[in-house]
T-cell receptor, first 116, second 106 residues
Framework: DSGVTQTPKHLITATGQRVTLRCSPR?????VYWYQQSLDQGLQFLIQ???????AKGNILERFSAQQFPDLHSELNLSSLELGDSALYFC???????????????FGAGSRLTVL | SQQGEEDPQALSIQEGENATMNCSYK?????LQWYRQNSGRGLVHLIL?????REKHSGRLRVTLDTSKKSSSLLITASRAADTASYFC??????FGTGTRLTIIP
């Protein structure tokens, strides 16, 4: 158990639907990152939050949105789902260190989304 | 982009042999990390090397960093079946490439 909790583990839904993926970061971590991994692909960075504020944005589609709540958990909302959105969605957390510090990420087990 | 790119894309070796994979990046960095991903699982942090370090060891792992060539390598010595996984590098922007898929043949 990495300490990062993602729910649900598996989700099957239909095209056009909307889903919400949830992530609880490791205790003490302030940053949350979301990644998408399609079959046999690398990890596509979607978005990062730090202490409730959006910190960095990657290739996140307009149909997708995220937020980090005061208790630091985060949700990734995926709407108007398409077949191509089927993927593993990973959340990771870190305790960011300023200056030349490193953001070592702790990953959750992922949420596997299947869009039929 | 500070995304690291791993090479080769895939590598198969016999158990007991050493495995070497490489990472290249485009901009100056303060540190570089290597992660492992077992199939369908989340990534696990392996090792971090800072820009003022040239080599770092952790168990059977050896990482080198050449900032002049903007490249890093990960060496796994005396490979085991359990090392079968995908390996990713990441700079401090923690964006990832497509990884090196390592298969250890028993």
């Amino acid at each position: 158990d990495s300490g990062v909790t993602q729910t649900p583990k598996h989700l099957i839904t239909a095209t056009g639907q909307r889903v919400t993926l949830r992530c609880s970061p490791r205790s003490g971590d302030l940053s949350v990152y979301w990644y998408q991994q399609s079959l046999d692909q690398g990890l596509q960075f979607l978005i990062q939050y730090y202490n409730g504020e959006e910190r960095a944005k990657g290739n996140i589609l307009e149909r997708f949105s995220a937020q980090q709540f005061p208790d630091l958990h985060s949700e990734l909302n995926l709407s108007s789902l398409e077949l191509g959105d089927s993927a593993l969605y990973f959340c990771a957390s870190s305790f960011p260190r300023g200056g030349h510090g490193a953001n070592v990420l702790t990953f959750g087990a992922g949420s596997r989304l299947t869009v039929l | 982009s500070q995304q690291g790119e791993e090479d080769p894309q895939a590598l198969s070796i016999q158990e007991g042999e050493n495995a070497t994979m490489n990472c290249s990046y485009k901009t100056s960095i303060n540190n570089l990390q290597w992660y492992r991903q077992n199939s369908g699982r989340g990534l696990v942090h392996l090792i971090l090397i800072r820009s003022n370090e040239r080599e770092k060891h952790s168990g059977r792992l050896r990482v080198t960093l050449d900032t002049s060539k903007k490249s890093s390598s990960l060496l796994i010595t005396a490979s085991r079946a359990a090392d079968t996984a995908s390996y990713f590098c990441a700079t401090e922007q923690v964006t990832f490439g497509t990884g090196t898929r390592l298969t250890i043949i028993p």
